[in-house]
């Protein structure tokens, strides 16, 4: 069920950020969409804009609508962009000039390793809390990969304290530990995958 998400994702100590939307149901994307569904938190929506992404999306989250990226941000609290690295910064610029996608007290979060969270300030700049959190993990896009996302460590760099409370909301309803960026170095990083 779709609906108009509540202003605000401040404060939290379990999952009460509302609904969550991520965009692309590539191997990243959809892993992470099905992990959230399958802990019980409210994914409302995911975008797939070619054939074989909709009949991944299909596969992991049959449940969940498939929506253009706009529609997804606009009826998710928390918007997850899984999108490609070079992509990412024209996702991001694209959405926020859409009415209603992307806007104050929404928390918008990416998981690309290549980026912070400077990335995200098209979103920052309306008044969205960024956030960036990368799984250290390698995905291939098989559905057994969301078992092995518990305990998986998450590198953040999030943009103040809404941000952090919702980052670790979302990173424990994957069964994940949070990782300030700056304590985890690039071997660290490489080991863990």
Not at 49 to 66: G, K, N, Y
Not at 133 to 146: D, N
């Amino acid at each position: 069920m779709l609906r108009r998400p509540a202003a605000g994702v401040v404060g939290l100590t379990a999952w009460d950020a509302g609904s969550i939307g991520i965009i692309s149901a590539g191997r990243v994307g959809a892993t992470l969409a099905a992990a959230l569904s399958r802990a019980g938190l409210p994914v409302v929506a995911v975008a797939a804009r070619s054939t074989a992404l909709r009949r991944r999306a299909e596969q992991f989250v049959p449940d969940v609508p498939v929506l253009d990226p706009p529609k997804v941000a606009a009826c998710a609290d928390v918007l997850l962009l899984a999108v490609t690295d070079d992509a990412l910064g024209p996702v991001i610029r694209g959405l926020v000039t859409v009415p209603g996608a992307v806007r104050a007290g929404q928390m918008v979060a990416h998981v690309s390793g290549v980026h912070g969270t400077a990335i995200l300030q098209p979103a920052r700049a309306v008044g969205a809390h960024t956030v960036a959190i990368c799984p250290a993990m390698t995905f291939t896009g098989r559905l057994e990969e969301i078992e092995r996302l518990p305990g998986v460590s998450y590198a953040t760099t999030v943009d103040g304290a809404p941000a952090r409370a919702a980052a670790q909301a979302l990173i424990a309803g994957l069964g994940g530990r949070a990782a300030p960026a700056a304590l985890v170095t690039a071997a660290e990083f490489l080991n863990a995958l």
